[in-house]
């Protein structure tokens, strides 16, 4: 049985960078397309980058181009988002999941705040 879990979040300040990761465990993350998505109470889940074995990794909404870069460890079964140059507008919980998503592995993510 697959399972997401995500880690990383916390508080920073605009400007900070934050490092989330996303364990894959039950089947090796190279035979799935991934993604980081973020929701905001009240607001849709909103696909923030992608990624798959032999393609682009792709950052999607153009209010974090240049900012968000999502990687693989193929070693660790592990799916990570680097997020640098944060703004208050990136606050949400973040959770990973496969593109498209399949609800059963929505997991409880990971909540990210920017604050000063």
């Known amino acids: 049985q697959v399972q997401l879990v995500e880690s990383g979040g916390g508080l920073v300040q605009p400007g900070g960078s934050l490092r989330l990761s996303c364990e894959v465990s039950?089947?090796?993350?190279?035979?799935?397309?991934l993604g980081w998505y973020r929701q905001v109470p009240g607001k849709t889940r909103e696909l923030v980058a992608t990624?798959?074995?032999?393609?682009?990794?792709?950052s999607l909404p153009n209010s974090v181009k240049g900012r968000f870069r999502i990687s693989a460890d193929d070693a660790r079964n592990t799916l990570h988002l680097q997020m640098n140059n944060l703004i208050p507008e990136d606050t949400a919980i973040y959770y990973c999941?496969?593109?498209?998503?399949?609800?059963?592995?929505w997991g409880q993510g990971t909540q990210v705040t920017v604050s000063s």
């Open positions: 039950g089947r090796g993350i190279s035979l799935y397309s």
């Open positions: 990624w798959s074995t032999g393609a682009p990794a792709l």
């Open positions: 999941n496969r593109v498209p998503p399949s609800s059963p592995l």
